[in-house]
T-cell receptor
Framework: EDQVTQSPEALRLQEGESSSLNCSYT??????LFWYRQDPGKGPEFLFT???AGEEKEKERLKATLTKKESFLHITAPKPEDSATYLC???????????FGTGTRLTIIP | GAVVSQHPSRVICKSGTSVKIECRSL??????MFWYRQFPKKSLMLMAT?????????EQGVEKDKFLINHASLTLSTLTVTSAHPEDSSFYIC????????????FGPGTRLLVL
């Protein structure tokens, strides 16, 4: 059974203080690893898909990286509007379902 | 691109009534749509997977007679909560996947259901 573990559960940063969120996964044949952002009362917003170890993708202040066991979401010089819950999910080659982690709740303090 | 809408955004209904939630992919064709339920401060729980023109596949523990799913076109799926009870109150979110086998799931904004 696929498993996704995200850490930390919650993270408070000062505006401009860079950090990383971790997503560890166990999957029988990784098809894709996905990062989403979810604001309170909203559906998840797609950020990145990573398919193979060594792959990196960037969008504004966010950068996602992937190894064979984990993914990191690096946030550089965050702003208060980056505050949200960040969700990591994986799919395997056996099915098309997303297996989600429990998320990291990020708060950026002005 | 890849916008998914849901309607209504929130609904309040009386116990025993049925509620229909619509999920539309606005700018792409979705061969597969998914329905999730999310409890407060919890991650998303997959309820069912629906492919256009086929019967939905429900996850273990989800009552298919209570949560009716129809995927009549490549841009529309509906979830009907039949004979709703207070315990069905929740945040329901749909997602749509593009046609390729590696397609990303794009999520709708969610529907807040409150059953009185």
């Amino acid at each position: 059974e696929d498993q996704v573990t995200q850490s930390p559960e919650a993270l408070r940063l000062q505006e401009g203080e860079s950090s990383s969120l971790n997503c560890s996964y166990t999957v029988s044949g990784l098809r894709g690893l996905f990062w989403y952002r979810q604001d309170p009362g909203k559906g998840p917003e797609f950020l990145f898909t990573l398919y193979s170890a060594g792959e990196e993708k960037e969008k504004e202040r966010l950068k996602a990286t992937l190894t064979k066991k984990e993914s990191f979401l690096h946030i550089t010089a965050p702003k208060p509007e980056d505050s949200a819950t960040y969700l990591c999910a994986v799919t395997n080659f056996g099915n098309e379902k997303l297996t989600f982690g429990t998320g990291t709740r990020l708060t950026i303090i002005p | 691109g890849a916008v998914v809408s849901q309607h209504p955004s929130r609904v309040i209904c009386k116990s025993g009534t049925s509620v229909k939630i619509e999920c539309r992919s606005l700018d792409f064709q979705a061969t597969t749509m998914f329905w999730y339920r999310q409890f407060p401060k919890k991650s998303l729980m997959l309820m069912a997977t629906s492919n256009e023109g086929s019967k939905a596949t429900y996850e273990q523990g989800v009552e298919k007679d209570k949560f009716l799913i129809n995927h009549a076109s490549l841009t529309l799926s509906t979830l009907t909560v039949t004979s709703a009870h207070p315990e069905d109150s929740s945040f329901y979110i749909c997602s749509a996947r593009t046609g390729t086998s590696l397609g990303t799931q794009y999520f709708g904004p969610g529907t807040r259901l409150l059953v009185l």
